[in-house]
């Protein structure tokens, strides 16, 4: 059996040894059986990244909200949705037709008329039943309908920004820990191979020593897979890179939920309401240009005898047998759909919100009575465990296996933290936060 170590394991080594036992295993194809984290510690995120300190959650929400890819497409939608003014604002009058006509009578080889009669009809398409209104009607819901998406949008950029930088900040924390819960569980498994070789102790004992040893390093790499993850998350969310540092506080900064965005409804059902009024508006142009515009006729011409003509008249259809009946059906049952969603949604919401504050609150009760009763407890145990070790009553091992306990306290605190910036993450998604 080949072991590498950084010297938290029981059989230690040097680095220039490390990475000459290293080049044999490659260089030999021999496969270690346990590989201690020195190697997974060179590669750690926090240690690898080369960006810049990572600021306060104000300061990253902050930087979301300009640079997040949902929310710069969320922009966009809002000016496009602007250039439906443009034909909206246009002037009820139409484009005019130009009509020319010329003839001339002939029966029987004679002429009827004395020369060629010439008559020119000009019509011009005028709006009077209030269309032009209901199309700037219909942009201006077309463009509350986007701002209300680029609401939702925003919602949810500063929820996954949320769950990022409280994934960043307990794993940072969690690595911490489980570095000095690794030394603790190194310094237990070589006693434990001591006793088992000098017959104190049974073999099983020292494996499973090695095996908490092991279970430990597993747990220390997949917290530093979860930070590598969360800071490219966080990069993606903000075009920056970022890396931890010692000052780095696995604390949520809000013990309470924080402040909406504004109002009582929220992002989501705002933007289904944007969009039933949306519907409801197009379904009222759709109704106004069921009736045809008028044509107002302007006749200029020459007469046989080469005369002029004036003349003019009103031109207009009826509605009697289409009137954009399709259009509007459609447009009134995706208001209706919308509008159920949007009751639908409230509903379900309201309960998640409530869901989401009660768990936080209940999570601030544990973390209340670990810092309250279980942590100081477990400092004492371990100052106890210590002077009676020093006085020489005991060995180490009791010592070693209450800090064991003492760090495993420190690693359900931050498994609450964890679910708290959760649970704000998800209360920030329903209501909307300003950064």
């Known amino acids: 059996m080949l072991l590498i170590s950084d010297g938290l394991s029981p059989f230690g080594g040097t680095s220039s040894l490390r990475k000459f036992l290293r080049a ?32 306060d959650l104000e300061r990253v929400l902050a930087v979301v909200a300009d640079n997040a890819p949902e929310i710069q497409r969320g922009k966009a939608f809002v000016n496009a949705s602007r250039a439906t003014m443009v034909g909206a604002k246009l002037p009820p009058i139409g484009n005019p037709d130009f009509q020319v006509f010329g003839e001339s009578g002939n029966v029987d080889g004679s002429n009827v008329t004395r020369d060629v009669f010439i008559d020119g009809t000009m019509t011009v398409p005028w709006e009077i039943w209030g269309q032009r209104s209901k199309r700037i009607r219909e942009s201006e819901a077309y463009t509350g309908l986007a701002q209300a998406t680029l609401g939702s949008q925003k919602a949810s950029a500063l929820a996954g920004a949320v769950t990022t930088y409280g994934n960043i900040v307990v794993s940072h924390a969690r690595i911490d820990v489980l570095r000095d819960t690794i030394q603790i569980a190194s310094d237990e498994a070589e006693i434990y191979q001591a006793r088992a070789e000098a017959g104190d102790a049974t073999v099983r004992d020292s494996r499973v020593a090695m095996v908490e040893l092991a279970r430990n390093r597993v747990l220390l790499a997949e917290a530093q897979a979860d930070l590598r993850t969360s800071l490219a998350a966080l990069t993606r969310l903000t075009k920056k890179s970022f890396e931890t540092h010692p000052d780095v506080s696995p604390e949520p900064p809000w013990r309470r939920p924080p402040p909406p965005t504004g109002g009582t409804e929220l992002p989501t059902v705002k933007q289904s309401q944007a969009e039933a009024e949306y519907y409801r508006r197009a379904s009222e142009r759709a109704r106004a240009e069921g009736k045809m515009p008028f044509g107002l006729i302007f006749r200029l011409g020459r007469g046989d005898f080469g005369e002029m003509r004036l003349g003019g008249g009103l031109a207009f259809a009826l509605p009697l047998f289409r009137r954009n009946q399709g259009e509007r059906a459609l447009a009134e049952a995706n208001a209706e759909q919308a509008e159920a969603v949007a009751t639908i949604e409230k509903q379900a919401l309201e309960a998640a919100l409530e869901g989401a504050i009660l768990e936080l609150e209940q999570l601030e009760d544990a973390l209340v009575v670990i810092d309250r009763d279980a942590l100081p407890a477990a400092r004492d145990a371990v100052q106890a465990a210590e002077e009676i070790q020093r006085a020489g009553k005991s060995d180490i091992l009791p010592v070693l296996i209450s800090r064991r306990d003492y760090a495993a306290l420190r690693l359900r605190r931050l498994d609450i933290l964890s679910r708290m910036w959760n649970a704000l993450s998800r209360i920030v998604l329903i209501r909307g936060i300003e950064p």
């Open 24 to 55: 044999v295993v490659l260089s030999t194809g021999m496969t270690p059986l346990l590989v201690a984290p020195a190697f997974a510690e060179d590669t750690d995120p926090s240690r690898r990244a080369r960006g810049e300190k990572l600021p």
